[in-house]
């Protein structure tokens, strides 16, 4: 059994449920025989992977969805044997550059090489090309990057890249350039309820419009999450009446409590207590930056409006640096100190402006 | 022995590159075929076009921004040089990205020089080239070439300097050892003038049957800033855009840039707006229960809007950059802080920064230094 996000995934262009004007794009390019590379881009949870799903199988019919998993190896320079698994149907190929590591172009380039080299053996397949799809290209090297942007051009006979990001910000000029720029945008409230209907009508219920609304405010833009937001609570309360409670997840609710924790004391003894959560959240594989944001806007939630843009102009400050350095716990916990120093100063010219 | 390696390979893939012109892209299709087809950079091509009837070249260092025709031109003068036939063995085009350290440039290098320029100057075409007794070496992106293997290049240089010319392309002059520049005549390439630029996208688009306006070509212009590869690879998305669609519709400037990642003009202004930036002609959105612009709410809404739209950081600094840069009203005190914040967020992003944090930094401290 599987989940409602994939078991009502759309698997065609003209069953998309919002964004028509890119699906007809879509549909009319993967007809024109001349496909380009592209690369879409957009938040998470706004329909991505699913729209290079359907578009793969405008491309090349039905038979893209039987996929293998193959596990491959390859030599890293250093003669390493890095073990990684593909996933491939007839037609394309998906690689995760992050599966790869710090080896990413070595990967990119066998493969992309191997693939450029070899026709479309299949006589009935609808393509001359084969297509690789490029799963969070956003975290590709700048080497790898390098390695795609000479590949994009040679082999343009018998390829195409498709690049799937959240952001165009990280990848080099060249490749953005050879590549026909989508951008996915995260559906807004009412195509969301539309989606949300389609599903609970499948499903088959019927969805209370409260219902729907409260799970899209809490979603963020993030159809996914609001699926499978919609998922759980149907099964904790069928009929989905009455005031709904979303369960945070576990992590988010103890963010709030790290929230909680540093404006409601400022002590050496409670930047301890601070830090040991931190550890706890980290040991779960919460990314920092996710930490980072999450306790950042929960707490500016909860001050004076003059302490606001301070405090989240110290979190970028403390967030990039995170990524520089190597300890993460260190700069979560500088953030903190940092805070809870402007938080007493706060009080404290207040308490002295009262005197005058 | 190694030899017959570098033609076999070159041959080799001679063959694989074999693409069918409707799939070419149009870069490749309208790269310039001889000196005079290059647009712009006039100085370069009265120089080049002595050399090319002296057919004595000194060593040469193209430099100048990307898509401004350095490669183009080398290529052309090289096929000008000594035709079609004898092209493939007279120029070796090596790119500094798939360098493998200089050991392998210098094998390659020696490899090539090896063999003895042998040549009919009257080609399978019928024409006559001048076919001068020397190579040609092209180091395509010379300047991400580390400073030891410039060292290297640099004897190979003087080693080979009776049979070879080496021809050095790169975007930073500064970035070549003074050694490697002070033997190399030098040639600057200047971002090509909107003219310029217009009148080659004009005729490739009449080429390929597409219809452009002034407008979109404005727009062409405009997002691309004087890199001519990117105009026409724009130029070439748009068409397919618009042939694509049933009926075909005429190319807009707002299809464009999409294409390029523009961020609408309406919802920088919008933003700029947020931030209590007076903008002429901003969507005045009257929404009663929206927190007061300015305030921290309203600007961190605007933030997680644009992120949710899925513009990119980067783009969306460089166009609030331009407005802030250009605005009318604004006084140099309060630009030149808005300029300080710019700078730091650009640095940020580059090291992998989150982006809606940044966003948010940026927009908070613009509204801080102009109120
Ligand atoms: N001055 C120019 N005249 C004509 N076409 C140009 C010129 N500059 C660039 N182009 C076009 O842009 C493409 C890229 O140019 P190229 O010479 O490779 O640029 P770079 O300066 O980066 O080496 C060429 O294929 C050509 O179509
Ligand atoms: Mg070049």
Redesign the pocket.
């Known amino acids: 059994m599987s989940l409602w996000v994939d078991q009502f995934r759309p698997r065609t262009l003209d069953s998309l449920h919002y964004h028509h004007g890119l699906s007809a794009r879509l549909k009319s390019l993967a007809s024109s025989g001349d496909f380009p590379h592209i690369l879409f881009y957009g938040p998470s949870g706004a329909g991505k992977k699913t729209r290079i799903t359907c578009t793969l199988r405008e491309l090349f019919g039905p038979g893209v969805e039987k996929l293998k998993i193959d596990q491959r190896i390859f030599l890293s320079p250093s003669k390493r044997k890095l073990e990684i698994n593909i996933v491939q149907s007839n037609f394309h190929i998906e690689i995760t550059p992050s599966d790869a590591g710090n080896y990413d172009r070595v990967v990119i380039q066998e493969l992309l090489k191997e693939i450029a080299q070899t026709q479309q053996v299949d006589l009935n397949a609808k393509q001359r090309f084969k297509a690789v799809v490029i799963n969070e290209a956003d975290s590709l090297s700048r080497d790898a990057q390098a390695a795609l942007r000479r590949t994009m051009e040679k082999y343009m006979s018998n390829m195409r890249i498709i690049l799937c990001a959240n952001s165009t910000s990280k990848l080099i000029a060249p490749i953005k350039s050879r590549c026909l720029l989508m951008r996915v945008a995260a559906p807004n409230p009412q195509e969301m309820e539309e989606v949300l209907n389609y599903v609970a009508k499948r499903a088959p219920f019927t969805l209370p419009p409260e219902a729907a609304k409260k799970i899209i405010d809490d979603s963020g833009g993030n159809l996914r999450k609001a699926i499978l937001v919609l998922e759980a609570l149907k099964m904790q309360s069928p009929d989905l009446s009455g005031p709904l409670a979303i369960a945070k997840p576990d992590w988010e609710t103890y963010c709030y409590k790290v929230a909680d924790l540093i404006v409601s004391e400022q002590s050496p003894a409670r930047v301890m207590e601070v830090r040991a959560k931190f550890y706890e959240l980290l040991s779960h594989c919460i990314p920092p930056t996710v930490i980072l944001k999450t306790v950042a806007e929960r707490v500016v939630e909860k001050v004076d409006e003059s302490l606001k843009a301070d405090i989240m102009h110290w979190a970028a400050f403390y967030e990039v640096r995170m990524r520089l350095g190597s300890k993460k716990i260190y700069h979560l916990e500088a953030w903190v100190v940092k805070v809870m120093s402007l938080y007493k100063h706060f009080f404290y010219d207040m308490d002295m402006s009262s005197f005058d | 022995m190694s030899f017959f390696n570098l033609k076999g390979a070159s041959t080799k893939t001679a063959q694989k590159h074999v693409v069918d012109p409707a799939l070419q892209p149009w870069v490749e299709k309208y790269r310039p075929k001889t000196i005079d087809d290059v647009s712009a950079q006039e100085h370069t091509v009265t120089v080049l076009r002595k050399a090319l009837t002296s057919t004595n070249l000194p060593h040469m260092l193209f430099y100048g921004p990307p898509g401004t025709g350095?490669?183009s031109t080398i290529l052309a003068l090289a096929r000008q040089l000594f035709g079609p036939d004898n092209f493939k063995n007279r120029v070796l085009e090596l790119n500094a990205s798939d360098e493998r350290g200089i050991a392998i440039v210098r094998e390659k290098i020696k490899d090539f020089a090896r063999q003895t320029p042998r040549a009919e100057t009257v080609s399978s075409d019928g024409k006559t080239y001048p076919c001068p007794p020397y190579k040609i070496i092209i180091l395509?992106e010379a300047d991400s070439m580390t400073q030891d293997a410039q060292g290297a290049l640099r004897r190979i240089m003087e080693t080979y300097a009776r049979i070879t010319r080496f021809c050095l392309?790169c975007n930073y002059v500064t970035r070549i050892i003074e050694p490697l520049a002070s033997r190399c005549s030098k040639f600057r390439f200047t971002p090509l003038d909107p003219d310029s630029s217009t009148s080659r996208l004009t005729q490739i688009a009449q080429a390929e049957h597409v219809d452009v306006d002034s407008a979109a070509i404005d727009t062409l212009i405009n997002t691309s800033q004087g890199d001519l590869r990117r105009a026409i690879t724009y130029l070439q998305s748009a068409s397919r855009l618009s042939a694509s669609t049933d009926p075909p519709t005429p190319i807009a400037p707002v299809d464009i840039q999409e294409i390029a990642g523009v961020v609408p003009e309406a919802v920088i202004n919008d933003f700029a707006r947020t931030l209590g930036i007076d903008v002429e002609g901003a969507m005045q959105v009257d929404d009663s229960a929206k927190p007061k612009d300015g305030s921290f709410g309203s600007i961190q809404k605007k933030v997680k809007e644009l992120m949710r739209e899925g513009f990119s950081a980067t783009q969306i600094l460089s166009q609030l950059h331009d407005l802030v840069v250009h605005h009318p009203t604004l006084n140099g005190r309060q630009k030149s802080k808005c300029a300080l914040v710019f700078a730091e967020a650009d640095k940020a992003l580059c090291d992998g920064a989150d982006e809606e944090l940044w966003i948010l930094e940026v927009g908070l401290r613009v509204h801080k230094a102009i109120s």
């Open positions: 350095k490669t395509d392309v």
